[in-house]
């Protein structure tokens, strides 16, 4: 059965396919690349270049047109490139006509994160979760792989053909989710029954998109060690800590990021882990504010929120991180051009929408600890109004006293 891990024992020269279509221009087709050739990175494979096409919609050959498909296998063969990425998923059919034309490793967006996810997988519960989404991934795509084998003959005496090889291998892989979906409903107990002994203590959980900065804040409020480098999905599983405040403990956890176009099947399959944060009393939505496109981050972030919980009214603190990163590049006065984001000062965009979402809203930077005091302050308010919904007798705990009260 062909695997669809990508060797790391050698880094490996890829270029990146994307296209330009009535619904995503060339600026947004080229930040996808820029995203994709992250994820590459990420993966351990050095983009060489990268191939843009303007179409109506993908090819459903070889999701882009003829021509550019030579431009690509004339620059693969003279550039000595082993891989070929394309953006968007690609079908059965497009791998096998395009492995065809450009004799290379081909991935899609969706193998490439199942790489990373696999690589980054540490515990037996992201590593199940992994290979469930992985076979799912692979299911639909059984045809192209079998295509240059004969049907399995049936002997002397049987009637007509045997079982196809591909047959085989469906049956083989729907008996292993099937298995793999077993194991995570049993972990999904674990878990349950972790969470329920952890008692009536008040849940924050970190949301937001990969590579904000989760993890860094994590050890930064915690003061714990947990992994955190410049990668996607450096995080993958779940990580708990206690943590308190003032005199009021609570839980915070860590848990995956999300990124644009990521498989329904992926979301399905780390839904154990997303149980953190359906059953979180306050969600801390981590945003890179340095980043030129956040506003579309929060959007994915939002959508996904959305899925996973639904419509829900849990409390929620924005919280813009990278503070010390953002660059502005104010505009000459001769300069008559509209203005892009980079043109926009950090107290300008205080002053737009975000000055809508009331308090709830903290400018910080983890890694150099900017503001680090006013976003306890904030998730100090919040945990101790959940607190006291549970406890309502505790309330002295936190009345503040002033020296005369005690006085004869």
């Given amino acids: 059965m062909k695997d669809i ?33 992250f994820l590459a990175d990420t993966a351990g494979a050095v983009t060489v270049k990268k191939f843009l096409q303007r179409l109506n919609g993908a090819d459903s050959r070889t999701f882009v ?25 690609l079908s059965s059919k497009q791998v096998a006509n395009i492995e065809r034309e450009l004799k290379v490793k081909i991935l899609d967006r969706t193998s490439l994160i199942l790489d990373i996810f696999a690589k980054r997988a540490q515990t037996a519960n992201a590593k199940t979760q992994v290979e469930l989404a992985q076979y799912q991934y692979l299911l639909p795509r059984l045809t192209r792989m079998w295509t240059h084998l004969e049907r399995q003959r049936g002997g002397i005496g049987m009637r007509g053909p045997g079982e196809t090889q ?24 674990q878990k349950s029954l972790q969470r329920k002994n952890r008692g009536k203590l008040t849940r924050v959980a970190l949301v937001g998109y990969t590579n904000v900065g989760k993890s860094t804040l994590m050890n ?38 999300f990124i644009r176009k990521l498989p329904t099947h992926l979301v399905e399959s780390f839904k154990s882990t997303l149980d953190e944060v359906r059953e979180a009393d306050i969600l801390l939505h981590v945003v890179d504010i340095s980043h030129p496109n956040f506003e ?101 705990l936190f009345t503040k006293y002033d020296e005369s009260d005690f006085e004869a």
């Fill in 5 to 37: 891990i990508i060797d790391k024992e050698s880094t490996e020269r890829a270029v990146l396919v994307g296209l330009i279509t009535p619904t995503q221009n060339e600026a947004k087709a080229n930040e996808y690349l820029d995203e994709l050739a």
């Fill in 65 to 89: 047109g003829k021509g550019k498909l030579e431009e690509i296998r004339l620059f693969v063969e003279e550039n000595e490139i082993g891989m070929v990425i394309f953006d968007d998923d």
């Fill in 166 to 189: 591909i047959e085989t291998d469906r049956r083989i892989i729907l008996d292993k989710i099937s298995r793999l979906k077993e194991e995570l409903k049993n972990i999904d107990r």
């Fill in 220 to 257: 930064v409020l915690s003061k714990s060690d947990v992994f955190a480098e410049n990668k996607l999905f450096a995080t993958l599983d779940t990580t708990v800590r206690k943590v308190i405040i003032d005199n009021l403990p609570f839980l915070l956890t860590d848990t995956v990021g």
């Fill in 296 to 396: 579309e981050q929060i959007e994915v972030v939002n959508r996904t929120l959305a899925e996973v919980c639904g419509s829900s009214d849990k409390p929620m603190i924005m919280v813009f991180n990278k503070v010390d990163a953002f660059c502005y590049k104010p505009k000459d006065d001769d300069d008559l051009t509209p203005r892009t984001r980079e043109n926009i000062s950090l107290d300008e965009l205080k002053a737009s929408w975000m000055s809508r979402m009331g308090d709830d809203v903290v400018f910080i930077s983890a890694k150099k600890g900017i503001n680090i005091d006013e976003l306890k302050e904030k998730i100090y308010e919040h945990a101790k109004a959940v607190h006291l919904s549970r406890f309502p007798y505790n309330d002295f």
